[in-house]
C-alpha cells in the first residue's frame, strides 16, 4: 500500500488541501463527541465540490489515507449504514472517512476559513 508520511507540498493542489481541510474536520468532529467516524462520513458530493477527481480519491485511498464505501442508509435508519469499505468503484453514493494514518498526514497549513453548511457560519 502507500506510504504514511505527512503530504507535502509537492503531492497537493488546491483540490487536494481543501478536501483534506473537509476530511480533517469531520474527523476531529467525530473524535470530539466520541462517535464513530462513519457517522461523520464526507459524501463524495462534498469532495468533488471543492474540486477533488477520482483519480484524486483513489489516491487517498490507495495512501491509506482515506476508507470510503458506499452509503446505504434509510430514512428508517436510526444511523447511517454503509455498504463493504474500499470497493473499487467509487459512486455517487460513496462516502469518505480519514483514516488516522490519514489524520497523521494531513498537510498543516495556517488557518483558513472553514465555512459549515449547517450551521451557516466560518
Known amino acids: 500500500m502507500g506510504s504514511l508520511h505527512p503530504i507535502s507540498s509537492a503531492d497537493r493542489g488546491p483540490a487536494l488541501a481543501a478536501a ?22 464526507v459524501e463524495v458530493a ?18 491509506g489515507y482515506v476508507h470510503h464505501a458506499e452509503e446505504r442508509t434509510k430514512l428508517k435508519d436510526k444511523q447511517r449504514v ?17 483514516t488516522a494514518a490519514g489524520a497523521k498526514a494531513a ?5 483558513v476559513p472553514f465555512y459549515d453548511r449547517e450551521l451557516r457560519q466560518l
Open 46 to 63: 462534498d469532495l468533488r465540490a471543492v474540486g477533488l477527481t477520482t483519480t484524486e480519491l483513489r489516491w487517498l485511498a490507495r495512501q
Open 82 to 98: 454503509f455498504g463493504p469499505r474500499d470497493r473499487a468503484v467509487i459512486s455517487k453514493k460513496s462516502a469518505f472517512v480519514l
Open 107 to 111: 498537510p498543516y497549513q495556517p488557518q
Open 20 to 41: 483534506y481541510s473537509v476530511l480533517l474536520h469531520a474527523w476531529e468532529r467525530a473524535h470530539d463527541c466520541h462517535a464513530d467516524p462513519w457517522e461523520f462520513a
